[in-house]
């Protein structure tokens, strides 16, 4: 409970430092920068600029305008309101990455153990190859060469799942290793068991590692999203970010940024609350 506590604070923090960055930016448009280049934003401007990313209230009556998405409203799209348009596009995002995610996951864990049990001395040559490239090389390469015959959707999901795939294998091999699973399966195979309820035996002390694993990957994926989204210009949260980036609609930004952090919270505040539940289980 008292990490859980721990990080609710840490997410509050991290929502006014992105909450403050904005403002920093008008800051250094407005003085810093207006000797060297010869220029300076009007006051209706920096007055507009304010009112639209919301510093006529305090940051309590923000974060309040935040959680109930009240986000402001977009220049790249007219006027339409911030929080509909990220909630569209990260929806977009969710739908190609979590199925991609959990099929990388769950063959992860199938060639893992399968691994293990072989008694291998080195992991899969050809996986460990492949966790070696970023993944957005992977997506640039699979843009180079398939982009006339895959559609962008296609091609963020087959460039997610080869880097994932890699990650969850070589990292649920190692949890495996460390729980000793292949002496789990050697002491349930000389009492007679066998096919899956082998594997079972193997599996079962290594699972809440295993699903930490799941859970703390995510925000990691999240972030290299923007990379692949760009490269195949698929509709995403990554490439909504970007398109923000380079039009200079900072409401927009703060937006994504801020969905994109709220979602990598609560993926490393689930992996540490279930860490934690089993300690003291253990206890």
Not at 25 to 44: A, I
Not at 81 to 103: E, K
Not at 163 to 182: H, K, M, P, W
């Amino acid at each position: 409970m008292r990490r859980l506590i721990f990080y609710l604070i840490w997410g509050v923090g991290i929502l006014y430092l992105i909450w403050v960055l904005p403002r920093i930016y008008l800051y250094s448009e407005t003085t810093l920068f207006s000797g060297e280049y010869g220029f300076r934003l009007s006051e209706d401007t920096i007055n507009m600029l304010k009112d639209a990313l919301g510093y006529n209230k305090s940051f309590v009556e923000g974060l309040k305008d935040f959680l109930t998405f009240n986000w402001g409203r977009s220049i790249l799209y007219g006027g339409e309101d911030v929080s509909s348009i990220v909630i569209r596009h990260i929806v977009a995002t969710l739908y190609v990455l979590i199925p991609t995610y959990v099929i990388a996951f769950i063959l992860g864990v199938v060639l893992a153990i399968i691994d293990i049990r072989m008694v291998r001395k080195v992991p899969f040559i050809s996986l460990a190859l492949l966790h070696s490239v970023p993944v957005f090389i992977w997506a640039f390469l699979l843009y180079a060469f398939f982009s006339r015959y895959v559609s962008p959707l296609w091609g963020v999901a087959i460039s997610l799942f080869i880097s994932e795939l890699s990650s969850f294998y070589l990292a649920i091999r190692g949890v495996l290793t460390t729980e000793n699973a292949y002496k789990y399966m050697l002491y349930a195979e000389a009492y007679g068991i066998g096919g899956l309820r082998l594997y079972r035996r193997g599996l079962k002390p290594a699972l809440p590692h295993i699903l930490q694993v799941f859970a703390s990957k995510l925000p990691h994926v999240l972030g290299g999203v923007p990379f692949v989204e760009i490269i195949w210009a698929y509709a995403g949260i990554g490439y909504l970010t970007f398109r923000a980036i380079v039009s200079g609609d900072l409401v927009l930004i703060r937006g994504c940024v801020m969905a994109v952090s709220l979602f990598s919270l609560i993926a490393v505040m689930l992996s540490r609350t279930y860490r934690d539940v089993r300690h003291h289980e253990v206890d």
